[in-house]
């Protein structure tokens, strides 16, 4: 599976646009990267996946550059109640044995007033 | 949609004593993943299942940690003994079935305290 780095924490303020840069060079041609959302106290949630390209949804979107290497999850307009740690992964989608997760140390967001 | 299931929700206990923990995926998903994650860091993978059948226990230490999935449903999750370094937050997780997509959700945990 492929490692991934990430920077370990990040501060910004309400209202501001938010880039998590996420490093995967040895990202494999099946890999697809997801990123989770944890809270304090709560589970990991699924905020997106992409496989090249661009991907939008309701919540953030990721770029993903033509080689693959890296992606950026972009939150639009963040609240206090973003702050949590995010989570970039790397992995394959396989129907015989599920989707393989692994996580690494994630980015600390804190947003401030 | 109901969530995936844990229980307990704490659980504190001596060294040396035995633990279980349960979960209860997603109706229909036949992934489910145990991790455990130490305060401070990222969830790290001790088991996956599809249905009944275990994918990757890799990092499970199996002289002291053990996990079944009966009838491809539920799920539990044994320490025995537990050691000072097993007191982390074990999370249960469950997916559908491979393919595009396919997210993966997250129970609340179990929060462990070996004292």
């Known amino acids: 599976l492929a490692k991934t780095t990430q920077p370990i924490s990040m501060d910004s303020y309400e209202g501001q646009e938010v880039n998590i840069t996420c490093s995967h060079n040895?990202?494999?041609?099946?890999?697809?990267i997801t990123w989770y959302q944890q809270f304090p106290s709560q589970g990991p949630r699924f905020i997106i996946q992409?496989?090249?390209t661009k991907v939008t949804n309701e919540v953030a979107s990721l770029f993903i550059p033509a080689d693959r290497k890296s992606s950026t999850l972009s939150l639009p307009r963040v609240s206090l109640s973003d702050t949590a740690v995010y989570y970039c992964l790397v992995g394959y989608m396989n129907n015989n044995a599920g989707n393989m997760l692994t996580f690494g140390g994630g980015t600390r967001l804190m947003v401030k007033p | 949609e109901a969530g995936v299931a844990q229980s307990p929700r704490y659980k504190i206990i001596e060294k040396r004593q035995s633990v279980a923990f349960w979960c209860n995926p997603i109706?229909?998903?036949?992934?489910l993943y145990w991790y455990q994650q130490i305060l401070g860091q990222g969830p790290k993978l001790l088991i996956q299942?599809?249905?009944?059948?275990?994918?990757?226990d890799s990092q499970l230490p199996k002289d002291r940690f053990s996990a079944e999935r009966l009838k491809g449903v539920d799920s539990t999750l044994k320490i025995q003994p537990a050691k000072l370094e097993d007191s982390a937050v074990y999370l249960c997780?469950?997916?559908?079935?491979?393919?595009?997509?396919?997210?993966?959700?997250f129970g609340q945990g179990t929060r462990l305290t070996v004292v």
């Open positions: 992409g496989y090249k």
């Open positions: 040895n990202i494999a041609t099946n890999d697809y």
């Open positions: 109706s229909g998903h036949a992934t």
């Open positions: 299942f599809q249905n009944n059948g275990v994918v990757d």
């Open positions: 997780a469950s997916s559908r079935r491979g393919g595009e997509n396919t997210e993966a959700f």
